[in-house]
């Protein structure tokens, strides 16, 4: 049943409204890094909320009111993102609609480029905020306009299934808590309004308080709304966590690696084939916490298993041999090829293992020193040729266990990598050289011919690595088809050139074989999200690349994928300044980054820092902007909202000045009363004699003989004013005061504040195309004064 509300009942609706827009905006969270969005949410539904409580005040039909706030919110956007392109700064032209869909378009690509949750860019930004707008419209529309709160669940539903869906049902149960509360609150205030609207409840309170005051008693349905909200929603948290579920294998399917332990089964994830649960991970886009780092330097390039085995399906880990030993029994094996003249610093970090991190493979940095302090210390063992730790049998898991990992970063010279040895005839790193029968003629072509006139391993290597990244036209995307088979590397090095982190570190680890260059990929995390001296690494941070061995240097870490996912190129030596290609300021701890060159075709996103999921934010500041449009816009709403009463006050001054003789007077009493009724909202008996009016409105008055005092008085003051030779001066204005006070008494509250902030007179008594004719409203809605025949 659609009721009208009151002023307060519409005010109390607006705030539920606005939080529960706030509380919608929420859910969209986990679909990007940033929650800068939100903030500027705030701006965009509190305005459209404002414009929609400001028209619905006045009864204006709610086609009209989605309209106003569409356009509210069209011109929000448009002052923040597209200010530049308008006409005088306030009207909109070609251009602006072209920003905007420039806007839309970078938008949809930066998401389609990045699954979520994404990294932060300008325009995904913007259209989240806009989103947030569009909600609280909907939101709007349907609980203030049409009154139909129990319907905003459909929006909510909508909002929840984008990151459901997208995150595979990964969504942290904190997004849905704050739309969930405000939701159910808002029903209950719905629910309230209409129920105080039937009538006074009967309760034990004293009738005579109740009679006094005027007031509902409602502090138990408050209450009882108070209980049924909070255990609604506690009851939708708790559940789930105790509920059982079945595996996928239940249903006849497994994850993706055949081990049913995708995001439909029992919510771990697995790494037992490194490249594909890295695919998955990836494309999937899980925001699980995976592994935590804590340290006094930033652990970067965390290492799972090494890829040394090519095959025709792709690159796997090969059987571990005899040199694999206990990976805490004594010091682990030197990283093999390092001549000692090679400078080494050290390093050490705790590790977590998180216990959804279903995993044999203990997370590293390239070169481990040292283990300690692990729970479970027997069952390790590591690789002595690749330094990657795995479980010794099939029962053992890292998830949940914790250790102290030491590490060993070398820092070649630029004359110890140039002078890298030829390791074609080594017999121990023939394995690292051999490339399936299958292998593409593409791959060797391409080699050639990006390598050309480079001497050394290592610039034919750092050619290759440039080439990916910059010259070659690659483009970074993880919607592009995954795999690291010949069909797929022979596509990805022809034609396509769009690929992830798997194509990027296969490619360019196959055609260093090709050059005679021992060559494997490392599958693993890139950087993880810091919290003071602790990183967290997740399923969005998993990352491959190529690791080639130099002789007198040993395996050295590349990073074919371009910019805008992994930062600048890994540094690989200090105090040179003639390598161009290089970063002069650190060695292979991979510890510092530098931006990535705006000359790079693949570069195709803003300059972002390297974050897990390779995103940042646009500037890491407040985004002030927005704010500041939004709160100009409020402001200027605000005091648009003064102006019919200002030029109201302006009239009522004036005519009063512009008394100069008792005729004028008394003409300009009689206007200001009749101003004053239609303000009121109350019949005006147009071309009715002063008399007639007179008699229409005394029985609103009669209850205050002063005020029908001075009826009778401004009355005969017409009267003479108009028909009698002369007039007798008098001082009217009291009199009219005192009209006016006793008809306000006689209306609502509501219609009184309208008659303060909307007065009717000033349409020069033109009724608006959508009110109903007839006398004003009281209280409930009834109708209050009826008109009396002369």
Known sequence: MKVHRDARDQARMALWIWLAALGGSFALAPLTESRAYVIVGFVSAGLVVLVGLGLRTVRTPW??????????????????????????????????????????????????????????????????????????????????????????????????????????????????????????????????????????????????????????????????????????????????????????????????????????????????????????????????????????????????????????????????????????????????????????????????????????????????????????????????????????????????????????????????????????????FRPMLELPESTPAIVGQRADEVTEGEESDFDKAVAIQDWFRSTGGFTYSTAQASGSGMETIESFLKDDRVGYCEQFASAMAMMARSLGIPARVAVGFLDGEQNGDTYVFRGTDMHAWPELYLEGVGWTRFEPTPGQRTGAPPAFFEGSSDNANTDQTLGQSGNAKTPTDDSSPSANLDKVDATGGGGGNDDGGFPWMPVAVGALILALLVLLGFVPRTLRSIVRRRRWEAVSDPTRAAEAAWDELRDTVRDLRLPWPEGATPRATGRRLRPMIESRQHAVDGLNHLVLAVERARYAPSAEPTDLRDDVTAIGDALASRVSRRTRRKALWLPASLLGGVRLPWRTTGAGRGRGGQTELLALEE
């Open 63 to 428: 086609p009209l009111i989605l309209l106003a706030e569409l356009v509210a919110l069209f011109w929000w956007a448009m002052l923040t993102y597209a200010s530049d392109t308008t006409a005088f700064g306030l009207v909109p032209t070609g251009d602006t609609f072209r920003e905007f869909d420039a806007i839309l378009t970078d938008a949809l690509d930066h998401a389609q480029q990045y699954a979520a949750p994404v990294p932060q860019d300008a325009s995904l930004h913007a259209l989240l905020a806009i989103t947030v707008g569009l909600i609280a419209i909907a939101i709007d529309l349907l609980a203030g306009s049409l009154q139909h709160s129990p319907a905003v669940g459909l929006v909510f539903l909508a909002v929840y299934m984008a990151p459901v869906a997208l995150l595979s049902g990964h969504v942290s149960l904190w997004f849905f808590v704050p739309g969930a509360l405000a939701y159910v609150f808002l029903i209950a205030a719905e629910e309230r309004s209409t129920i105080t609207r039937w009538g006074r409840n009967i309760s034990y309170a004293d009738s005579t308080a109740l009679a006094q005051s005027g007031g509902i008693y409602s502090s138990g349905l408050a209450s009882a709304g108070r209980r049924v909200g909070f255990g609604a929603v506690a009851l939708a948290v708790v559940v789930p966590l105790v509920v059982p579920t079945f595996s996928t294998n239940f249903f006849g399917s497994g994850g993706i690696d055949g081990g049913g332990q995708g995001p439909g089964g029992n919510g771990d994830v697995q790494l037992g084939d490194p490249m594909a649960d890295m695919r998955r991970n990836l494309t999937g886009q899980s925001p699980r916490e995976l592994v935590r780092m804590t340290g006094i330097s930033e652990p970067s390039y965390v290492r799972l298993a090494a890829l040394d085995s090519l095959s025709d399906a792709g690159w796997e880990p090969s059987q571990r041999g005899p040199k694999t030993q206990n990976a805490t029994s004594g010091t682990p094996p030197f990283d093999p090829g390092r001549d000692p003249e090679v400078t080494t610093s050290t390093a050490a970090f705790d590790v977590k293992v998180s216990d959804d991190f279903d995993t044999t493979w203990l997370p590293t940095i390239y070169s481990p020193a040292s283990f300690s302090d692990m729970d479970d210390d027997g069952s390790w063992l590591i690789d002595g040729v690749n330094l990657d730790v795995v479980a010794g049998d099939e029962d053992t898991s890292a998830a949940g266990i914790e250790y102290r990992l030491g590490v060993r970063y070398t820092h070649p010279t630029q004359a110890q990598l140039e002078a890298a040895g030829d390791t074609r005839d080594s017999q121990s």
